[in-house]
């Protein structure tokens, strides 16, 4: 371990890189304590205290919008827009076009997707104004109507995503790891501490909490190791490539394709989709009309974190957005047309046409799979949280959702490191 951290130290550009990424975490983390001029801070913590679905929210910003700070939406506008620029580039045959181009085309695809994160952003940045202030006994800023005192907040806020996606891009180019998951990944570790001690000290409190806190974090435990080795699991197609001879035989070598080719990416689609019918519906819970805030209680009442619709509707989000991302990101197709290029075949399957479907196949079969050990995750501490109600707070830090995203930044983050490390050991040797 030690002699692993020598060398990642005394690699001086992986090193650079690092104190690099360390510092734009650090601006991010200080963006969540600027609150935003004029808000009642109180009446804010009030809010998020008595609801647990802006609790959810408030733990992937990392705590920004229980501050109501400068960054209260995250990143969470520039994750809806590349959502809605993936969907385009499926139906736009034009943008699908800009897909398959490549580094300049996937180049030309994030500035559309930044365009779109300026009106999302403002948007959204004025509902959530509006959600939070309907919930609180004290308004979280005074005036709220009049548009010289909304439309500045709006801008501020919006100004706010607009730095988090430019810091989110500094770390992918000159930082280590995906910038905007980076960005994720620092506010829900920033929360574990705080959890993990309010969790503590109820235990040290009452006898009678420290044996479910104790399941929790053996369950946690156990649940990485899960999430770890399953994360890891690949499916290797081996394939033969005859021009290349080796002892009178073809050389061998495989496709790996992973167990959980989406990632994380799918439960952050899910969270953001399954949560935004509760939001409504608190949201209409405050409305003049007796008609409209009977909706409201509907909803509210259906989607719950904990109710059935919402676990199930959660399940088959996640499922549907893992086939909807791999069918994005992997090409049954292209593989097949670059195995063949290069005089390679499947072992019993004929290049071309079969060879792509058998591929396709596969994927599909890892897809449901996948799709369904990522849903299984995300409802398990859920599920299990709502029987073990005495472990405090500490099941919100081990949500499926934070824990698939934690899981996911560390592992990429390690191949880049060991890749960053290869590299310089040939630099060394050369």
């Known amino acids: 371990m030690f002699r692993y951290l020598h060398q990642l130290w005394h690699s001086r550009d992986l090193r650079n890189k690092i104190l690099f990424t360390v510092g734009i975490l650090l601006l991010f983390r200080l963006a969540t304590q600027i609150t935003l001029p004029g808000v009642n801070l109180d009446s804010v913590k009030s809010i998020f205290a008595r609801n647990s679905v802006l609790g959810i929210f408030s733990a992937l910003t990392g705590g920004s919008a229980e501050n109501f700070s400068i960054i209260l939406m995250g990143v969470s506008p520039y994750i809806n827009a590349s959502i809605i620029v993936q969907l385009l580039a499926v139906i736009i045959p034009k943008w699908e076009n800009l897909s398959k181009e490549g580094e300049q085309g996937r180049k030309t695809l994030n500035k559309y997707t930044r365009w779109l994160t300026l009106p999302l952003a403002l948007l959204q940045s004025y509902g959530m104004i509006l959600l939070l202030n309907s919930f609180a006994q004290v308004p979280i800023i005074d005036d709220i109507t009049n548009p010289m005192v909304l439309f500045p907040a709006m801008l501020t806020i919006t100004a706010g995503t607009v730095l988090l996606m430019w810091l989110g891009e500094m770390i992918s180019e000159r930082g280590i790891g995906n910038g905007v998951s980076m960005i994720i990944f620092a506010g829900i570790i920033a929360n ?4 993990f001690g309010q969790s503590l ?3 040290s409190q009452d006898i009678k909490k420290a044996i479910p806190l104790t399941a929790s974090v053996l369950f946690f435990i156990i649940l990485l190791i899960i999430i770890v080795l399953v994360n890891e699991g690949q499916r290797r197609i081996p394939i033969t490539y005859a021009g290349h001879q080796f002892q009178g035989k073809g ?34 819970s405050n409305s003049a009309s007796e008609r409209l805030r009977n909706i409201g209680g509907v909803l509210n009442t259906t989607f719950q974190p904990n109710s059935a619709l919402y676990l199930i509707l959660y399940f088959l989000f996640i499922i549907a957005f893992t086939y909807f991302y791999v069918s994005i990101t992997f090409n049954p197709v292209n593989v097949a047309e670059n195995i063949q290029k290069r005089g390679g075949y499947i072992p019993g399957i ?48 081990i949500s499926g959702a934070s824990m698939i995203i934690v899981v996911g930044v560390i592992l990429d983050l390690i191949r880049q490191v060991n890749a960053q490390m290869l590299m310089h050991d040939y630099e060394k040797l050369s």
């Open 251 to 284: 050389a061998n070598s495989f496709i790996p394709i992973r167990l959980v080719q989406a990632g994380m990416i799918p439960i952050i689609f899910a969270v953001s989709l399954v949560s935004f019918p509760g939001i409504v519906g608190q949201f209409l």
């Open 192 to 195: 574990i501490p705080q959890l």
């Open 350 to 397: 004929r290049p071309g046409s079969q060879t792509a479907e058998y591929i396709g196949t596969v994927s599909n079969r890892l897809n449901l799979f996948g799709g369904t050990f990522l849903a299984i995750i995300a409802l398990l501490p859920i599920i299990i949280g709502a029987y073990l109600p005495s472990s405090g707070g500490f099941f919100s830090l």
């Open 201 to 203: 000290f109820l235990a």
